[in-house]
C-alpha cells in the first residue's frame, strides 16, 4: 500500500446511488439486488473476476445497455436523487455522464473535431467558445503542450495512450459530472497508464468518477471507494484501504490477495 496516492475526500454528498438494481440479459441474471452509493469527488473502483457484471453495473450507470437487445433493468439507478432510467432524458444524463471505454476511440477526424463534436452537438457553434473548449479539455487532460501544434492532424495519428487522454479530454468537453472509465488504461503502456492514473487523482476534484479495473495496484493506487464483484453479487464496499488491508468477506479476500479470479 506504499503508493498509496489518494486524498481526502473533499464531500460526503452521494453523486450517483444504485438501488436494489437487477440487470437480466433474456434469462440471465446479470446483476443481483445492487445497492451502491457512489460520493462525489471520489473515485470508486469497481473489481472482480472476469464475467462478475462490472462493465453491465459501468454501463446501466449512463444506459448504454437500452440498445442491448433482451437487457431489462429493475430497482432504481439516481443522478442527484433523479432516476436516470424515468427522469432524465438519456442525451441529457450522457452529457451528465460520461464515458471512457477499454480501447480509445477517437472519431476518424480531427484532434480539433473529435472535441468539438459533443459541444457542436449540443448547440454551440461560436468558433472562439469552441476554440476555448478544445485548448481547456486538452489542458484538462493533460495532452494540450503534445498537440496545440496540430490540431488539424487527424486523431488516429496518435498514439494508444495520447489517443485515450483525447478520449478523456472529449468526455470532459460536454462538461460532465460523473465519468466513467472502463479498464481505459489496460490497453497502454505503464507510462500513459501512469499518466492517466495521475489525471483521475487530479479530475476527481471537479468530477465523481467510477472505474473498473483488473489492476488491483491501480484500484490501491487511486480509489477511494471499491466495490468487489462476484457472479452478479455486489460482495463487498467500503474504503479501498479497508477492502484490501482488512476485508470483511472471505470471497473478497481471496480475490484481493489473488488466490482466485
Ligand atoms: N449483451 C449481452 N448479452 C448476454 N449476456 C451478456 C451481455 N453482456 C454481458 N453478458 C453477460 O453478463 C455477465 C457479466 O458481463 P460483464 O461484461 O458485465 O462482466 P465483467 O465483469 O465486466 O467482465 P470482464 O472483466 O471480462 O469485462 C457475463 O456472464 C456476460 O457473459
Known amino acids: ?50 464475467g462478475c457484471g462490472k462493465s453491465t453495473f459501468l454501463k446501466s450507470l449512463n444506459r448504454m445497455n437500452d440498445l442491448v437487445e433482451g437487457c431489462k433493468i429493475t430497482g432504481s439507478i439516481k443522478l442527484d436523487d433523479v432516476d436516470i432510467y424515468k427522469e432524465i432524458d438519456v442525451n441529457i444524463l450522457r452529457k451528465r455522464v460520461g464515458m471512457v471505454f477499454q480501447h480509445p476511440n477517437p472519431f476518424p477526424m480531427s ?59 472529449r468526455a470532459l468537453a460536454v462538461e460532465p459530472e460523473v465519468l466513467l472509465m472502463d479498464e481505459a488504461t489496460s490497453a497502454l503502456d505503464p507510462i500513459s ?4 492514473e495521475d489525471l483521475a487523482l487530479e479530475l476527481k476534484e471537479k468530477y465523481t468518477i467510477i472505474i473498473v479495473t483488473h489492476s488491483m495496484q491501480q484500484a490501491t493506487r487511486i480509489s477511494d471507494k471499491t466495490a468487489f464483484f462476484l457472479l452478479g453479487d455486489m460482495v463487498e464496499f467500503g474504503d479501498t484501504e479497508q477492502i484490501f488491508s482488512n476485508p470483511r468477506d472471505e470471497r473478497t479476500e481471496r480475490y484481493v490477495t489473488g488466490r482466485f479470479g
Not at 134 to 158: C, H, P, Q, T, Y
Open 111 to 169: 484532434i480539433y473535431d473529435n472535441i468539438a463534436y459533443g459541444p457542436r452537438t449540443h448547440g454551440i457553434k461560436n468558433k472562439a467558445k469552441l476554440d476555448d473548449i478544445v485548448e481547456d479539455s486538452l489542458k484538462k487532460a493533460a495532452i494540450w503542450d503534445e498537440l496545440k501544434d496540430r490540431l488539424k492532424k487527424n486523431a488516429l495519428g496518435l498514439s494508444g495512450g495520447q489517443q485515450q487522454r483525447l478520449c478523456i479530454a
Open 193 to 196: 497508464t501512469g499518466k492517466i
Open 1 to 50: 500500500m506504499e503508493n498509496y496516492k489518494v486524498k481526502k475526500p473533499v464531500s460526503t454528498k452521494v453523486k450517483m446511488a444504485s438501488q436494489n438494481m437487477n440487470v437480466y440479459y433474456g434469462d440471465f441474471h446479470a446483476l443481483k439486488d445492487i445497492n451502491l452509493n457512489f460520493p462525489e469527488h471520489e473515485i470508486t473502483a469497481l473489481i472482480g473476476p472476469s
